[in-house]
Every structure is written in structure tokens, then in C-alpha cells.
């Protein structure tokens, strides 16, 4: 057997060990540790990179790495990276909690980059479960005990409703094809797609994804969790973990091969109910954070569209849209952690007067809320271009025009935070935000990232299609 | 890579110069207004003379897509960046130069967030021109949108009369136009089976169907004619004209609205004609509603940019007018009436900037007798209002002339009813004329300084420039003719 082939997954599985033990001894020392953490991260990235050209199946073919494996491999590690980044005063988490936050911050990664390694169900079931539960805690976590415990134990009640349904469905696929190895899944189903057991299996394996992702109707926890639990969390759920479930729901769909007629028709519904449904909820959110869950549910309704186009422009563009998601959401959360420097929750007022208290936060929030929009020429108009194009591709042309009248809804009310930014004046005077240097330089390197992969997005897009390629 | 360039690219250096514009002014620091005035007047300035160079460089006899700048970008999608001129957007490109200059001018006394407002002007101007030689569907899409964006925040921080609600209003219905155009676009290129957002290509005879052409154009055709001010999609337009500060209002009048006529040219019917001589009857309604609508509005008016915002429907209604008439003279009079409309609206916006400045209201009722205080400042004022009436001597007047003239061939009935409507719009003009510049005047402006050489730059290029093309139409006329020509004589009959 080939360990270097999962070298990533040993690494996090020793960096989380690492804070598993510091965890145990000493006392806590937020800067080491945070140092300690960030680094660890930073080598993890490396790690992943280094291993991205590599090939091989392990464990009895249950455990898969190719490069669609290995690309989102990176960009978890990448978003694990970033959000340590912004961890430099967890004033949201309690301070002898805060190795613990990064050990379960190390292990849920560590569970997503299995997950997109998976090809056997249960393989994929318990990794998306030891994903969730860390986030479970993570979650639990939040300073303010009540708000904090409250959006934990939603989370898991739904998160716990879903698995269920996840394990019958895994369950039902099992019983009608005898078969429980992905790959093995590839040559059958595509011939069982008229076969209602098995569409209604997959539609349930799914619904586990479903949730990761907030699609409707899983969507439930999305604005809870998002307000209860602390900021970096709540980033961390809104990148990484959408990053995830998107990689492996791309895998899943990939097996239908050109899919069922019963199987696009839920999953367009789904699409549009979810974008819509959070573009018009988020319209009347005044939190911040409650109003990027909704747009993340919106979020969940496009990238749908590229995955139910089901060919190789669909899964495309998703991947790319995933890779969108994870800066832009990132971009958000950066200026939110910034400019609630109490750790607090950010009410939309509160960013009154930020183009004076710190120009680069708030050009960092119009380019992001631009891109979430999905304005060209910002990345996350690239995503959105991608996958429109691939549903054109199959002729949904009403999903399409759904889908721009949507992105036209959601304008409005990122228009409304950009406007707080820029056009009203807080009540009382506030001092300008002391932002360190290295936290302007990473709002910089964001906006330059939204920007350039808006308008030379071509090799962005063309890792992406051979990424997808192993999927076919 | 496949890359092709005829010479040097004008054209990028165009959009280059906007850019590096854009780069200076961000890292000029916030208190030299003064430098960042001095860079953005030289950048629009060079912005200018390329236009001006490209317009008489333009090989006539030739005709064709000159200029042309071609280098793939996304070739999995078949998207190009791809730049070209002809005789359908050289007038528009000289346009924008001319407005994008004199706005700078025209904005050479303002005082609050200097830096952040000319940063998004050169953004906002760039998309402008990008859209006007991008002949990639793609790009068109993507300049459309970059000449949005900044709209929402030049109105919204630098405005005036409920800037926000006309801010927010303008930005969610050009976005709405957007909604149509991405799906129609997306739909042409995915059924043409090429691959390709290269706009030559697809404008093939044969690539689509009839109904394919039908069912794309109206989408296409409200998309960008919401962008046009296209009756009833208008009511964003006076608003946000109102709201916006003075040089926005000026391209926004000027040249956004252009943006919208020329995409349904360039875009709806260049690719679909067959679906434009079959909605061309519907055209010509709603853009002979458009003209007298406007006109009739604006009788009613008693701010002085609202009557002007009114006269750019009425006057865009002539332009639509002018598209649907599927004649020669038809497509040279719109296009000739987007140049000319664009200068004399942006003389409008720049003479009202003047005097709001100095008497900070734009209420015709408080004004009056502005003549004897201000006679220089009011002359301009005077000179746009004849153009808008179309009185011969000015571009104008060619440009209305011969869009009636088709129009009252191809369509009687809507044609006497434009006829009708200019004479409404002439009621409309002189009597704001009379109202605000003669008749007794108010004391509390008799102290008022008049208009200085300097300040007055902006106002004597655009009154010069009316004036030139008035005398000398054919000028602009040939160079329209040499795309016009060819494409209504390679029409599907």
C-alpha cells in the first residue's frame, strides 16, 4: 500500500492529534497556538498541492484519489487556511476552548478531504458524519452559551434527520443494485435510472449533501447556525464545508451518467425553490450573518444548476462555482470578523460609515457582494456565466431566466449592505478599525482574486475540466 | 493562442487608457484634488483624441470592421476578446470621448470624495467604451454590466433629488435589462451550434431560425430597450437623470442610453434580423408612444433636469423609431441621432450644472431672467434647447429629419404622430426657455458671476460640436452609410 497516496489526510490527522494532546497538557496560550495553528495550515496547503498530481485507489477500492479528488483537496485546504487566518482574536470562543477549536477545525477538515475521497457509502456516510459532529461542537462552542447551544443542538437535530434519511436511502440503493461501491455504481445505475427504488435511494443519499449545502427543503438550520454560532465558525461552515458537500454531490450525480428524467425534474425544483426562497428571505434580514445564510441557500439553488445540467459544462461550472463560493464567502466573512471586533454578531447599520473607518474593508465587501451578486467582471460571475451556459447547453432555458431574475432579486439587498458601507454615517462618531498590516494585504489579495478570476478565468477553467473529466 | 491585430490597437489603447487612468487616480492621495482633475482630464483627454483619430482614420471606401483586435480568451467557450470598428460604432466611440472630456470639465469644481467619484466615473466610462467595440457577445455582456455597477454609487453618494430611490430604481432595472439579454445571448450561442460569441460569426445568414431569431430579438430587444428608455420601460430615466451629479447625468443621457439602442442594433438586430422585421411594427409603436409621451410629460415639468429627462425619452423614441423603419435612411438618422442627442444632452446636463451650482435649485419657477445675469451660461442652455427642437443648422436636425422622412414612408400613421409630438416638444423646450432665461428675473441671483472661458470649456466644445455636424452632416452621414449600406442590402427578403 501506498501511504504517500494519502499523505494529506495523514497530515491533518496529525496536526489534529497535535492539538488533541496540547489540548491535554499546558496551559493555554491563544498567540502560540494561533501561530501554531497557522502554520500547521499553511504546510497543509503545501501538503495538499504536492499532492495533487497523484493517482490510486486504496482500502479495497473504497477510497479514491484522482485529481477531482485532489483539486478539492486543495481548495479545503486553502479554505481551512484562510479561516485560521482570520482567527487571530477569537473573542467569540471561550479562551480555554480555543485549542480545542482548532483541533476540531482540523478534524472536520481532515473528514471533508475523506469525503471527497470516497467511493464507497458508508465510507462517504461516516465521513460526512465525522465532519458534521465537529461542526456540531464547533458550533456549540459561541462565547454567549445560549445562542451558541441553541443553534447547535438545531444543527444537529436536522443535521441528525438528514443522516437518517441518508442511511435509507444508502440503504435502498444497497437493496436494489447489491452493490455499495460507487464505482461498482457507475456501470448499473445509469440502466436503473427508470427504476423508482433507486431514483428515490439516490434522492435520499443525496439529501445528505442536501444538507451540508442548505438546499431546500434541508435548509432550515442555514440562519440559525449562521447567527449562533461565532463568526470564524460560521465562515468556516459558509466556505469549507459548502466546498465539500458540493465535491461530493458532483460525484454522486456524475454516477446517474445522463441522468434520469425524474431525478432532473426534483433536483430543478429544488434548484429553483432554494434560490428563490433565499433571495426573498435575505431581502428583510438586518444580521449580517443571517443574511448571507439566506444567500448561501440562494447559492445552493445556482450550483444545483450546474450539477442537474449533468454534463461535463455543468460539473464544470459547479466546480468552478464552488471554487467562487470559497473566495467570495470568504471575502464576506473577513470583513465581518474585522469590523465585529467583539466577536459579536454584525447587524447591517453597524457598517455605517466603513468607506471612512477603513476604505480596504469595505472595497473588500463590494467586490464580494458584487461577486456573491454575481456582477461580471468579479469570479463569482464566472461561476454563475458557467453554469447557465451548461443549462442552456440541455435547453432549460426557463431555469435560466429564473435564475437571472433571481440574481436580479439578490442585487437589492447586496446593494442595501453596500450602501450602509458607503452612504450612511454611523449615529455616534467611531473610530477608524485598526486593522493590522497582514489583514489588509489578505482583503488585497481577496479583491484581486475576485477580480482577476473574473476576467482571465481561463486556467481557472481549465483545471476545472480536467478535474471533471475523471468523473465521466 | 490565436491572436490577430491589424496595426496598433487603437482600441485597447482606448480601454488602456481609461484603465491606467482608473490606477492613478487610486493612488494619487485624497486631499490633491487638484492633481487627480489634472490626471483624469489628460486620461479622458487622450481618450478623446484616439477616438477623434480613429473616426478620421477610418477607411471609408473600404468600410467594413477596421481596427479589428482579436485574441482568444475562453476558447473552451468560443469567447473572444475581440474589438473592432465600423461605421455603426465609430460615432458612438467619438461620443463617448467627447462626453467622457467635457464631464470631466464639467465636474472641474466639485469638492466631496473627488477621488472615489472620478475612480468609478473612468470605471464606469470604460465599461462604456468597451461595449461600444466589443463585437465578442460575452464581453458585451460583461462591459454592460461594468458600466452599471458604478451608476449605483455615483448616484447614490454624489446625487441630489432622492438619490437613493433613483439610485437603487436605475440600477435594478438596467439589471432586470441584464436578466433578458444573459439567456437570450446564452440561447443564440447554444443553438447556433458554432461554439462561438464571435458576433461575425453568428450574424451568418442560416445560422438560425425564423422562429429562433423571433423568440431571441424581443427578448434582446426589451433587455437592451430597457437600457434605451424604451416607453414603458422609461421610468428609471428621468429619475435617475435628476438624481445623478452633473457629469453622470451627462453620460448617462449621453451615452448610456446609447449603450441600449446601440445593443438592440448591434446585438438584436445584427443576429436576428428576420426576428426584427418581424417585430418591427411593434418597434415603431412603442417608439412612437415613447416620442409623445415624453413630450407630453415633459410639458408638465417644473425642474429643469426632469424636462430634460422627459426630452431624452422622447428624443430616444426617435431613435427606436429610426431602428425600425428597417430602411437606410432609417439606420443612419438613429445613429446619427445617437450622436447627436448624446452631445446635445450632455450640453443640457453641463449647462444645468452650471447654473444649479451657483443657485442651487433647478426649480424653473424660481429661476427666470437668467439671461441678464448670466447671458454666456444661458446662451448654451439656449443652444442645446434648439437642437432639441430641431432646428436646422444643428446635427440634430439631420438626424430627425431623416428618420421622420422613412418613418412617414414605411409607417404614415406613427410618423404624423412623431411629427406631432416634436411639435409638442418644441412647445415644451421654448417654454422652459422663456420661463427660466427671460421674463422677469429674481433678485436673489442678480449678483450671480457669468460663466468664465475656463468653466466654460466643456459647454463651447459641445455647442461647437452640434454646430460643426449641423453645417457638415455628411461628415458623420458617409461614415454611417458605409455600414448601413451593406447590412440592410444583405437583408433576407
New interface residues.
Partial sequence: MNWMLISPELYYLIAAFWFLFASMIGSPNPRRDYFTALSLAAVGVMVCLAAVNLEGTLFYRAYRIDLFAQVFKVMLSAGLFLIICICTELKGIKERYQREFYLLLFVCTLAMLLLVSSVHLLNIYLSLELSSYSLYILVALRKERNIGVEAGIKYFLIGIFASALMLFGIAMLYGTTRVSNVEDLIGILPGLTGNPAVIIGLLLTLSGFFFKLAVFPFHFWAPDVYQGASNQVTAYIATASKVAAIGILLRLIALTGDGSIYLVHVLVILSIISMTMGNLAAIVEQDLKRLLAYSTIAHAGYVLIGILSMNDAGYTGALFYALSLLIMKFAAFLVVVQVASDGGNLRIEQLAGLHRRSPVLALTLMISAFSLAGIPPTIGFTGKFLVFAAAMQRGYFTLVLIAMINVVISLYYYLLVIRAAYLLEPREELPNLQISSAMKSLSVAMVCLMVVGGIFPYYLIELARAAVRVLM | MQVEFAGFPYLSAILLSCLAGLLLILFIPREKQQQIKRVSAIFSGITLLLAVYLFFAYDKSRGGLQFVEKLE?????GIHYFNAADGFNLPNLLLTGIVFFTGVLTMWEMQVRVKEFFALYFLLVTGVYGLFMSMDL?FI??WY??SL?PM??LI??WGTTRK?YAA?KL??YL??G???I??AV??L??NSGLNTFDIVALMQPGTFTPFQQKFAFILLYLGFGILAGVWPFHTWSPVGHVAAPHAVSMVHAGVLMKIGAFGVLRVAIFLCPQGWQHWAQLMALLAAVGIIYGALVGLRQTDLKYVIGYSSVSHMGIVGLGLSTLTVDGLNGAVLQMFAHGVMTALFFSSVGYIYDRTHTKAIAELGGLSRVMPVASAYFIVAALASMGVPGLANFWAELLVLISAFRVYPVRGIVAIIALVFSALFMLRVVQQTFYGPHNEKYAALPDVTLGLGMPRMILAAILVLFGLYPSLMLDMIETASIPFIDGLPR
Avoid: G, K, N, R
Wanted: no cysteine; hydrophobic share 70%.
Fill in positions: 480568451w475562453i476558447p473552451y467557450l460575452f455582456f460583461v454590466d461594468v455597477i449605483y454609487l447614490a453618494v437613493e437603487m440600477t435594478l439589471l432586470a441584464s436578466a433578458l444573459l439567456p446564452l440561447y450561442v447554444v
